[in-house]
């Protein structure tokens, strides 16, 4: 399939296992179209993934996901168009990448109270500068055998109810909102079909789109997803969340069917907002 749209993909800036570079030499490699770089926590690599498409006719949306709490439920908030070079945006990022490495340092230390032996520094290696997350711990697990796939460190250890899971600073999900809008961002929310419920009172923070097309989605959901959209006047998006080759097999960069108008209509969006806040401190994007 050419001229294909996935507009929720990680790299190695957070807990992807391909550098910026190689996802765009995938995504060219497939015929895609559009995908946006979303890395958890940081916008630092968006600048390698333009410079790697750079005169391809593959369009790079510069992203974000923000990963966020509510009582019962994790809750992403992925942000389109931000303005990636921002210092305020960076500056905030930064501080919950800090709060990620003392919270994966604490799961380090429960785990060996569970008999569960890693090195920090090995963990450390592995993320190589990233915004750490449990996929890097879970990495560690399976390379000392103590489980046999990324999933099984989650359902067993590192989930959110497993024994070993810590938790972090996180905003909740209306500050994310706020803080992408901020950015001069469009505020997303992501694999939305367990947290639908949040909708209004997200709407009610400035969001602006839906993640209606999703891995693992069946056609109803998505249609239920897409007539949530609709009733709540917010735009539809999609995209695979693919983390790399290994450890989420069922994440295929580009493998949706999502249509090519959910670029068109969220593009025409940024524009009318960059317009309508032109004046503001912020750095516009050149993308
Ligand atoms: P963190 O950002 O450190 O809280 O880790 C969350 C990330 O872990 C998600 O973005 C996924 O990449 C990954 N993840 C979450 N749940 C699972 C799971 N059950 N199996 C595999 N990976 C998961
Ligand atoms: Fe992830
Ligand atoms: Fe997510
Ligand atoms: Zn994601």
């Given at each position: 399939?050419?001229?294909?749209v996935?507009?929720?993909?990680?790299?190695?800036a957070?807990?992807?296992?391909?550098?910026?570079?190689?996802v765009?030499?995938?995504?060219?490699a497939?015929?895609?179209?559009?995908?946006?770089i979303?890395?958890?926590?940081?916008?630092e690599?968006?600048?390698?993934?333009?410079?790697a498409?750079?005169?391809?006719?593959?369009q790079v949306?510069?992203?974000?996901e923000?990963?966020?709490?509510?009582?019962?439920?994790?809750?992403?908030?992925?942000?389109?168009?931000?303005?990636?070079?921002d210092?305020?945006?960076?500056d905030?990022?930064?501080?919950?990448?800090?709060?990620?490495?003392?919270r994966a340092?604490?799961m380090v230390?429960?785990?060996?109270?569970?008999?569960?032996?890693?090195?920090?520094?090995?963990?450390q290696?592995?993320?190589?500068?990233?915004?750490?997350?449990?996929?890097?711990?879970?990495?560690?697990?399976?390379?000392?055998?103590?489980?046999?796939?990324?999933h099984?460190a989650?359902d067993l250890y590192?989930?959110r109810?497993?024994?070993?899971?810590?938790?972090?600073?996180k905003?909740s999900p209306?500050?994310?909102?706020r803080?992408?809008?901020m950015?001069?961002g469009l505020?997303?929310?992501a694999h939305?079909?367990?947290?639908h419920h949040?909708?209004?009172?997200?709407?009610?923070?400035?969001?602006v789109?839906?993640?209606?097309?999703?891995?693992g989605?069946a056609?109803?959901?998505t249609?239920?997803?897409?007539?949530?959209?609709?009733?709540?006047?917010l735009?539809a998006?999609?995209?695979?969340?693919f983390?790399?080759e290994?450890?989420?097999?069922?994440?295929?960069?580009?493998?949706?069917?999502?249509?090519?108008?959910v670029?068109?209509s969220?593009?025409?969006?940024?524009?009318?907002?960059?317009?309508?806040s032109?004046?503001?401190?912020?750095?516009?994007?050149t993308?």
């Amino acid at each position: 399939m050419t001229g294909g749209v996935d507009l929720h993909v990680h790299t190695t800036a957070s807990d992807g296992q391909l550098s910026p570079t190689s996802v765009i030499r995938k995504a060219q490699a497939l015929g895609l179209a559009t995908i946006a770089i979303t890395d958890h926590d940081t916008t630092e690599g968006i600048e390698e993934a333009l410079a790697a498409a750079r005169g391809s006719g593959l369009q790079v949306i510069p992203g974000v996901e923000i990963s966020t709490d509510m009582p019962r439920a994790e809750v992403h908030i992925l942000g389109y168009y931000v303005a990636y070079g921002d210092p305020f945006l960076r500056d905030k990022l930064s501080l919950f990448r800090d709060s990620r490495l003392g919270r994966a340092q604490r799961m380090v230390a429960k785990l060996a109270r569970l008999g569960v032996s890693l090195e920090w520094k090995r963990v450390q290696e592995i993320a190589n500068g990233a915004a750490v997350g449990r996929p890097h711990v879970a990495r560690a697990m399976l390379e000392k055998g103590y489980v046999s796939s990324i999933h099984e460190a989650f359902d067993l250890y590192i989930g959110r109810n497993g024994p070993a899971y810590e938790d972090r600073f996180k905003l909740s999900p209306a500050e994310a909102v706020r803080m992408i809008l901020m950015a001069n961002g469009l505020p997303v929310l992501a694999h939305p079909l367990q947290v639908h419920h949040s909708v209004p009172e997200l709407c009610a923070a400035g969001l602006v789109g839906l993640e209606a097309y999703y891995t693992g989605y069946a056609p109803d959901e998505t249609d239920f997803l897409l007539s949530l959209a609709a009733r709540h006047g917010l735009l539809a998006t999609g995209g695979s969340d693919f983390h790399g080759e290994d450890g989420w097999p069922e994440n295929k960069l580009g493998a949706l069917a999502i249509p090519p108008n959910v670029v068109d209509s969220l593009r025409a969006r940024h524009e009318r907002t960059r317009a309508s806040s032109s004046g503001s401190s912020l750095q516009p994007n050149t993308n």
